[in-house]
């Protein structure tokens, strides 16, 4: 027999033996004899969040009217009173609690029962009455945390009464899931529950999928910086069902960029185990990379289908992916992030990294593209942009979204190619610009000629833009147009940028005010300026803010008649068509520079612009007159 107790991890439960152990006396035989010292340690185990159960061979009436007389019985969850083996009666108390043998106290006088419980489960912390409970309080693995309202217990209650009536029931798991009334909010304030959240990440193990620890002090800094990252979205997830409230259960930081889509965070509380929120949520955020540190309890996919889940508010209103209104978002990446706080219903045409390619949605080609030309095109799959089924899709889902998001301020920068076949594609410098600087004799150039439009132009195809969306998206009741920021953050902003973002905002605003069921989003107005990480990128709380903003605007007008579908005058210049109005500009040679980058075949092509022969030979290829389109 021991004669120390060393706890080897924090306890979150302690098992219980009752005869000679919880008190004096055997029940079966006579009257016993409550320890006062153990009902304080009951009391006061759950007042840090340590909940207590038993394990006991007895008749289970007799106990419980024992210890409901005395006020206790509710201070126990999943009790196993019988006459059974201790270690049948452990696993299922375990089992039924969601949690790992590693964090369970076991405490019984009988040295067969104790060796039985740690054959059985060799991580267990087991001991005799006589080691554990004198300074059971005093060690750190029962610190816990304050609790005297007794929440975590009231938490395992709920799970109790669940348990119950599923072993009761002949329902399927899944049909039993079904009638749960199980409902999930999303909580992107994360900073508002950040002490909840450090514990859930530090204190969870079998559902913590990747474990990073926030243990120290500068773990935390790194993790508070890593929440304002414009390409990090976060939320707390807090459930209910109809046997209570069971609070913030889940949290997950992820990771989206053009090019990145991982899970850094993903850690849920054991209480609500095996009914599917961990799949649910994780196909919501689109299936991202994981790298899963084992052991955990259960995979992330059990379910072939989760489908009892419904998505609430903070007020509860339903908010489910399937009675969402549908969220049509189109163009660049701040998107991406504002996408990611409103409906969960969403087609997203935003830029993204295809095949180490930037494929840009925010192009006046793929808006205004012409559908026969698109079709039929044999070089447009060829070209590293959007395809042929990325236009057609967006075709079909304009006319059915219900919400639309528009950002077009980088459509305002940049060149075009149209191909042979008559599709405009814009050359940004970020993507295909580089692309077409260290390929210059990529198959898909082949035919293809090179444009430079002036601020004329890209007026005109912006407005044209505005103008298609508002005709072609005719079950939208509420159409949003965000601005640009045009606040310098670093001295990075030039005066010409500066320029053509405000001259962005002020035709965009006068759209939004010329034509019912529009919104101009101001970013000057919306991200206050600390939020500003440079001039074109946000913290997470600045896209948040953006997004609240959106989702308010939707919800005051919800009930308005007002705001039914309108469809917009047609603009008188839409019948030109995209070809005819980019060809009006100023054509570009080959040898142009189209990318940011100045390495490889780039730095030849900028070599031969700079010599005396190149200057004289491109006053031949190039037409120093081009038409002007007024904006």
């Keep these: 027999m021991s004669n120390s107790f060393e706890p080897t991890a924090s306890i979150k439960l302690v098992i219980w033996d009752l005869d000679e152990t919880f008190w004096e006396g055997t029940l079966s035989e006579g009257q016993v004899r409550l320890i006062d010292n153990n009902i304080n340690m009951v009391k006061t185990l759950t007042d840090r969040g340590i909940v207590s ?71 267990i912390m087991a001991g005799y009455p006589q080691d554990v409970l004198p300074h059971l309080l005093d060690v750190e693995a029962t610190k816990g945390k304050d609790d005297r309202s007794h929440s975590r217990l ?7 009464n669940k348990v119950t009536d599923q072993k009761q029931t002949a329902l399927s798991n899944d049909e039993f899931l079904r009638q749960c ?27 913590n999928y990747t474990k990073i620890r926030l243990e120290t002090d500068e773990a935390v800094a790194n993790f508070k910086e890593q929440l304002k990252r414009h390409d990090v979205f976060a939320a707390g997830i807090f459930a209910k069902d109809r046997y209570g409230d069971h609070g913030l259960i889940g949290f997950y930081m992820q990771m989206r960029n053009e090019r990145i889509n991982k899970l850094t965070h993903y850690v849920w509380s054991c209480r609500m185990m095996n009914s599917g929120l961990e799949q649910y949520v994780y196909e919501r955020l689109g299936k991202p990379e994981i790298k899963i540190a084992q052991p955990v309890s259960n995979p992330i996919v059990t379910f072939p289908k989760v489908d009892w889940i419904t998505e609430v508010t903070q007020d509860d209103q339903v908010e489910a992916t399937g009675q969402a209104p549908q969220l049509l978002l189109i163009g660049s990446c701040d998107l991406t992030a504002v996408a990611s706080y409103c409906s969960p219903n969403r087609i ?24 026969a030309k698109v079709t039929r095109s044999r070089q447009i799959d060829k070209i590293p942009a959007w395809t042929t089924s990325d236009f057609t899709n967006f075709v079909d889902a304009l006319p059915s979204s219900e919400i639309l998001v528009v950002s077009l ?8 190619l149209v191909t042979k076949d008559g599709v405009v594609v814009r050359i940004h410098p970020e993507g295909l610009g580089n692309f077409i600087d260290t390929n210059p004799w990529a198959e898909f150039l082949k035919g293809v000629s090179y444009y430079d439009i002036n601020d004329g132009i890209r007026t005109l195809l912006l407005n044209n833009s505005l103008h298609l969306f508002n005709n072609k998206a005719t079950s939208a009741k509420h159409k949003f147009l965000l601005g640009a920021n045009t606040r310098d953050v670093g001295g990075v902003l030039s005066d010409e940028n500066r320029d053509l973002m405000q001259h962005y905002n002020k035709l965009c605003k006068a759209f939004c005010a010329s034509v019912s069921g529009w919104h101009f989003v101001s970013i000057d107005d919306v991200v206050s300026r600390e939020k500003l990480l440079d001039d074109r990128h946000y913290t997470r709380t600045g896209y948040m803010d953006i997004a609240t903003y959106i989702n308010e605007r939707v919800r005051e007008t919800a009930s308005d008649d007002a705001l039914s579908p309108t469809t917009g005058t047609e603009y ?30 780039a730095h030849i092509k900028r070599a031969i612009k700079l010599t005396p022969v190149f200057k004289v030979v491109r006053k031949f290829v190039v037409r120093e007159s081009q038409p002007q389109i007024a904006g």
């Design 181 to 207: 009334d199980i409902k999930l909010r999303f909580e992107y304030d994360v900073e508002s529950h950040l002490p909840r959240v450090i514990e859930l990440i530090n204190r969870s193990n079998q559902l």
């Design 572 to 601: 008188a210049n839409l019948s030109l068509s995209v070809e005819d109005v980019v060809r009006a500009g100023r054509p570009l040679s080959a040898l142009s520079l189209f990318g940011s980058k100045r390495g490889g075949v």
């Design 53 to 123: 159960s038993i394990s006991s061979k007895n008749d289970f009436d007799n106990v419980r009217e024992l210890l409901t007389h005395e006020g206790l019985w509710d201070y126990f969850v999943f009790p196993q009173i019988s006459w059974d083996p201790k270690g049948g009666s452990v696993a299922s108390i375990i089992e039924q609690a969601n949690l790992r043998p590693d964090n369970v106290l076991f405490i019984d006088d009988n040295s067969l029962n104790i060796e039985e419980i740690r054959f059985r489960f060799p991580t």
């Design 409 to 416: 301020s980088a459509a305002m920068k940049g060149s075009y």
């Design 154 to 160: 009231k938490q395992y209650k709920q799970l109790e």
């Design 348 to 371: 997203e045409f935003v830029n993204g990294v295809k095949n180490e390619v930037m494929t840009r949605y925010d192009d006046f080609g793929f808006i205004l593209g012409d559908a």
